[in-house]
């Protein structure tokens, strides 16, 4: 006999009592692991491509990513920006607007060295094609996605040749049927300002894009970035916010660089402006110290403030020195080595 509480219990049923406990918690177990095995994910996945499984070209990055972009957020949690993956399948992003998630992917042509073209197409249809020139690939090929606050959705392109140049250098407004080019990098700035210029958006926050330029001066014989910033406004244009260049950086170019006090020494005449866009044109005569204090766009040009050792400034355009070749060209300044 088995006593409980104050119970008589024969021992036989108390051994059936017992297994049938077990029974029904092994059952409820099963139950709970069925149902957490059958639970859908609140948040769609990446799909691989269907050609995954056998890539026909080595050179291409089958690599699935997981990240949903939160890594990269720099602002609110729905604008952030994306580094993609080319020839692979993205299915967690709306990227039209509508409220749900679409199928974006980038897909390539390539050699064994360098990409011929590429596609860009949402939901299985095509939306945007661009070739490379036939003798003239493209050796590196750099794909953003860019969300807004107000839902925007846009694709930042760089193809770039094996001579550092950017033959495509755009942002495109992303949609379902087409791919709208809304800003065109390479015309932020005047050709006679400088070589291979290029830019990306280096981040976002709210519905403003802080674009990151980048080229060589002519000028200053120097690498030289900035940034400028624009609206992304609810029916898909893109507007500058403020002309002003900000976050000025002059880096190093092979052959030339700034002196450590930042002052240049003329060694030619210079032609400039007191004012911005100013139509008045004073003369710098040779053998002045100057220093590169800011940078403005305007109407498309780019113009350096330089600031003399009296704190007197004045800004420049372009230079007659200016040479297509820059290994060859004349820099009007001493002050560079």
């Known amino acids: 006999m ?11 049923m108390a051994k059936t009592k017992v297994l049938q406990l077990m ?16 639970q859908e994910s609140e948040q769609p996945q990446d799909q ?8 026909q070209n ?29 020839d692979h399948t993205y299915a967690k992003y709306d990227v039209t607007g509508d409220g749900h998630a679409d199928k974006l992917e980038i897909s390539t042509e390539s050699t064994d060295e360098a990409f011929t073209s590429l596609k860009v197409m949402v939901n299985g249809k095509v939306v945007l094609v661009e070739k490379a020139p036939k003798d003239d690939p493209w050796y ?35 949609g379902e049927n087409n791919l709208q080019p809304v800003l065109d990098y390479q015309s932020l700035f005047d050709p006679s300002c400088g070589q ?13 894009l802080t674009v990151r330029a980048n080229l060589r001066s002519y000028l200053l014989g120097s690498g030289f970035s900035c940034d400028f910033t624009f609206q992304v406004n609810d029916d898909g244009t893109v507007t500058p916010k403020d002309q002003t260049a900000t976050n000025i950086c002059y880096s190093l170019v092979p052959g030339y660089q700034l002196p450590k006090e930042g002052y240049l020494k003329t060694v030619e005449d210079l032609r ?30 780019l113009y350096i403030e ?12 372009k230079t007659e020195s200016g040479s297509p070749d820059f290994a060859e060209m004349r820099l009007p300044f001493e002050g560079l080595m």
Not at 24 to 35: E, Q, R, Y
Not at 64 to 85: M, P, Q, R
Not at 153 to 171: G, I, Q, T
Not at 272 to 300: D, Y
């Open 2 to 12: 088995v006593m409980k509480n104050s119970g008589i219990i024969p021992q036989g």
């Open 23 to 38: 029974a029904a918690l092994l059952a409820v177990v099963v139950a709970l692991a069925c149902a957490g095995c059958t």
């Open 48 to 55: 691989a491509d269907a050609n995954d499984a056998a890539p």
């Open 58 to 86: 080595a050179q291409k990055d089958q690599a699935v990513s997981e990240d949903d972009g939160s890594d990269a957020a720099k602002g609110s949690a729905e604008a952030f920006v994306k580094e993609l993956t080319v």
């Open 140 to 174: 590196s090929l750099i794909a953003n996605l860019v969300t807004t606050s107000n839902g925007k959705s846009l694709l930042d392109l760089e193809c770039v040749n094996a001579m550092d140049v950017d033959l495509v250098n755009s942002l495109y407004l992303l």
């Open 196 to 208: 291979n210029p290029f830019a990306n958006v280096h981040s976002v926050k709210d519905n403003t």
């Open 272 to 301: 400039g402006t007191r004012e911005l866009g100013g139509a008045k044109v004073v003369t710098i005569a040779s053998g002045h110290l100057l220093k590169p204090v800011s940078a403005q766009v305007l109407a498309g040009v």
């Open 306 to 317: 330089f600031q003399m050792e009296d704190g007197t400034s004045f800004w420049i355009s």
